[in-house]
């Protein structure tokens, strides 16, 4: 199989475009979640090697929460939303309509409230994903891991059966009305060998 890295431009654009669609589907869903106005940026796409994905998000490796859902129907494998503690944080106030500051730890409501828009947005990107492919995937029950990235990575890609080999990262900012700074975030997507094949073919564009 051809290495996903060897990608040219125009097939990256493709993967690109449809994510885009996909972000502003999470941007809707997560103004209306909120109540407040978010605009999104054009997604950042890198495909890496699993080793090297927990490098995007610094050295030496920061907290973050992730919510965690498998992707299941026609193509499987993980999908992953990743946001650095803070921006977490920051999500947990906005979603439960609170004083920016106010969120200090992941309790239960706060977690509840992480998983709940976690579904919602990994959904967008999925359903993106499913138009493009024309293919049925589902997203599994969200989970939630709140670790270094480095260990979040591996928990991500534990029993997976073979070690998958590549990752889609879309790394999107969310800028919230009335806030100077972004609401940054990234969506990975670990597909297992079939989907993976599935998705260079779909983007062989002729």
Sequence with gaps: ???IRDLKA?????LREVESIGAGHAATALSQMTNRRIMISVPQITVSR????AGLFGYPPPVVAAILLHMMGDLTGRTLLVFPEAAAKRLCDLLLRRTPGTTTEFGAL???SLKEAGNILCGAFMSALSS???MLLLPSVPSLLVDLSSAVI???CLDFGTEPDYVLC???QFQV???AEALRGHFLLVPDFAALRAILQAVRLT
């Design 132 to 134: 493009f492919m024309g």
């Design 154 to 156: 591996t928990s991500a």
């Design 177 to 179: 009305e009335a806030e």
């Design 10 to 14: 125009l097939q990256l654009d493709a």
């Design 110 to 112: 706060e977690q509840s």
């Design 170 to 172: 879309v790394e999107t």
């Design 1 to 3: 199989m051809d290495d």
């Design 50 to 53: 699993l080793e090297d994905v």
